[in-house]
C-alpha cells in the first residue's frame, strides 16, 4: 500500500466516524428542530426536589386507596427518582396531618396537590390548616385538577372506554351528565361548569350538563331528566372522581345508558397531577414558602 492510499484509508475511517456521530446526533433532533433529550433527562427531578403528597379525600370503599395507589404508581413512572406520597384528609390512612409531620421530621420540603377538581372547603379550609398543624414543614398547596386538556382527556377516555363513539357526540338525541361530588363554595360550582363545556368541545358539542351527588344541584336524576325534555334520550354519565366510592357508584347507578369508570390511574390524570406539582414548585411568590395556602 503507498502512502496516498495509506492517507487516503485514514481519511475515509476518520469522515466515516464523523459521519456516525452526526447521524447519532440528527437522530436525536424533533422534526421541528428541537433536539430530543434522553427519556431520563426528561424525567430526573431536580436535586432536592420537594416531595410531591398527593391528597385524597377518603373512601370506606376499600377500593379507593388502591386506585389512588396505582394512580400514583404512574406517576412515579413519569418522574423516576421523585418522592411521591399519598395522604388523606379523612377515613383512610395514612390521613394528611401524619404524613406532614413524617415529613417535618425527615427536613423534607413538600407540595401537596389535591386530588380533588374544584376549589372547596377541603383546598382552602382544610388543607392551609394541616399546613399551620406543622410549623416545621416548609411546603405550599398545587391548584386543584380543575378544568385542564388532561382532565378533560381522561373523562373523554373513561366515556370511550364505556362505549361512546365518535358518532354518538354528533347525534341529536344524545347527551352527558358530568357527575362530581358538590360543594356550597361558588367558585366550584363554576369551575365544574368550565369543565363541562371543555369536555362538550372536546365530544363535538355535545351538550354536557354538570350534576353533584351532594350540597348542591341539580342532582344527576335531575340532569338526566333535564336532557331528556331536550330531546336527549341516550344519557352517558361522566365520573368526575378520582376513584370509586358512594358517590361515584350513586352517580352511575342512574345512568340510563352508558355510565363510565372514575378516571382512576388515566395516564392523563396522572400527567396532570405532575402538571399541578411543577406549576406550584416553580411559582414566583413573595410570600414565605411555608406560609402558602393555595396557588
Not at 16 to 35: D, F, K, M, N
Not at 164 to 178: C, F, K, Q
Request: glycine share 8%; net charge positive.
Amino acid at each position: 500500500m503507498t502512502d496516498s492510499d495509506s492517507t487516503f484509508d485514514s481519511a475515509a475511517e476518520l469522515l466515516g466516524r464523523i459521519t456516525e456521530q452526526l447521524a447519532a446526533q440528527l437522530g436525536q433532533v424533533h422534526p421541528g428542530g428541537r433536539r430530543q433529550r434522553k427519556h431520563d433527562e426528561e424525567v430526573r427531578p431536580p436535586m432536592n426536589a420537594p416531595t410531591l403528597v398527593a391528597v385524597g379525600h377518603g373512601s370506606r370503599d376499600p377500593r379507593a386507596r388502591a386506585t389512588l395507589g396505582r394512580l400514583l404508581d404512574r406517576v412515579r413512572e413519569l418522574r423516576p427518582g421523585l418522592d411521591v406520597r399519598l395522604a388523606h384528609i379523612e377515613l383512610n390512612a395514612p390521613l394528611l396531618d401524619e404524613t406532614l409531620a413524617d415529613l417535618a421530621a425527615e427536613g423534607r420540603d413538600a407540595v401537596l396537590v389535591p386530588l380533588l377538581f374544584a376549589p372547596g372547603h377541603h383546598v382552602t379550609h382544610d388543607l392551609p390548616a394541616a399546613l399551620a398543624a406543622a410549623p416545621a414543614l416548609r411546603a405550599r398547596v398545587a391548584e386543584p385538577l380543575g378544568a385542564h386538556p388532561l382532565l378533560v382527556e381522561a373523562l373523554a377516555g373513561r366515556l370511550t372506554e364505556a362505549g361512546w363513539t365518535p358518532e354518538d357526540g354528533a347525534s341529536r338525541s344524545t347527551g352527558v351528565v358530568l357527575a362530581s361530588a358538590g360543594s356550597r363554595d361558588p367558585r366550584s360550582g363554576a369551575e365544574i361548569r368550565r369543565i363541562a363545556a371543555l369536555l362538550g368541545e372536546r365530544l363535538g358539542g355535545v351538550p354536557v350538563v354538570p350534576a353533584y351527588a351532594s350540597a348542591a344541584t341539580p342532582t344527576v336524576p335531575e340532569a338526566v331528566r333535564a336532557l331528556a325534555a331536550r330531546g336527549r334520550h341516550r344519557v352517558a354519565v361522566a365520573s368526575c372522581f378520582t376513584a370509586p366510592g358512594l358517590f361515584a357508584t350513586r352517580a352511575a347507578a342512574h345512568a340510563p345508558w352508558l355510565a363510565a369508570a372514575p378516571l382512576g390511574a388515566h395516564p392523563a390524570l396522572a400527567r396532570l397531577v405532575l402538571h399541578r406539582y411543577e406549576q406550584a414548585r416553580t411559582a414566583r411568590t413573595t410570600t414565605p414558602v411555608r406560609e402558602l395556602a393555595a396557588i
